[in-house]
């Protein structure tokens, strides 16, 4: 399977906890995308990368949030401390260049109890 | 700002045509995607469109006019399985992010 791939799957937790979600994007994909889905919504653009470097991040993305892609090929997305408003579906996708397609993974679902 | 426009639900019977509409305002356009995501998998690709006119791939076409910031996805031939909700999204900042619209839950009943 070349897609893109992400675990875990599902993750529950605490209010308060750390987590930490893994992105594997297609290989040779110099792009890499997350973003945070949440019930009857559309995918909300978080933040990118052009191979290690992290090019923009949304309002969305509080101090709480910090992403890496420390060499330019996977990614993971930690959010510390936690809250119930984390809870969503957060997607991975990556391109190849910029302005081409981007195809996403199976996401990650959160659940903050 | 950023608005995308799409109708919430829609129901249509198997073996008829869909037509989904989606208006957009954006403060730059470098492109307009329509993926297809079923319940709890990730948004699939399905079409992209830089050009104005009609994109055609099987069952499935894509339409833009860029001066009316209007785009439409056709379905033909509806099959059960394209029971998913339908997502039109943006190309902005320079063709860096998308922005989607809520997406619109296509129903095929028999």
């Known amino acids: 399977d070349t897609g893109v791939s992400q675990n875990p799957r599902h993750k529950i937790t605490k209010r308060g906890q750390n987590v930490t979600f893994r992105c594997d994007p297609i290989s040779e994909h110099n792009r890499l995308y997350w973003y945070r889905q949440t019930l009857g919504q559309g995918p909300e653009f978080l933040t990118y990368f052009q191979n290690e470097a992290q090019l923009e991040k949304s309002r969305l993305l509080s101090d709480r949030f910090s992403a890496e892609r420390p060499k330019g090929s996977f990614s993971t997305l930690e959010i510390q401390r936690t809250e119930q408003g984390d809870s969503a579906m957060y997607l991975c996708?990556?391109?190849?260049?910029?302005?081409?397609?981007?195809?996403f993974g199976p996401g990650t679902r959160l659940l903050v109890l | 700002g950023q608005n995308i426009d799409q109708p919430t639900e829609m129901t249509a019977t198997e073996g008829a045509i869909v037509q989904i509409n989606c208006t957009y305002q954006t403060s730059g356009f470098n492109g307009l995607f329509w993926y297809q995501q079923h319940a709890g998998e990730a948004p699939t690709f399905l079409s992209y469109?830089?050009?104005?006119g009609l994109e055609e791939k099987g069952r499935f076409s894509s339409f833009l006019s860029r001066s009316k910031g209007y785009s439409y996805l056709l379905l033909k031939e509806l099959q059960m399985k394209d029971s998913a909700s339908y997502l039109c999204a943006v190309f902005t900042g320079g063709g860096n992010k998308l922005t989607f619209g809520t997406g619109t839950q296509l129903k095929v009943e028999l």
């Open positions: 469109n830089v050009l104005d």
């Open positions: 996708a990556s391109s190849p260049q910029l302005g081409e397609t981007q195809y």
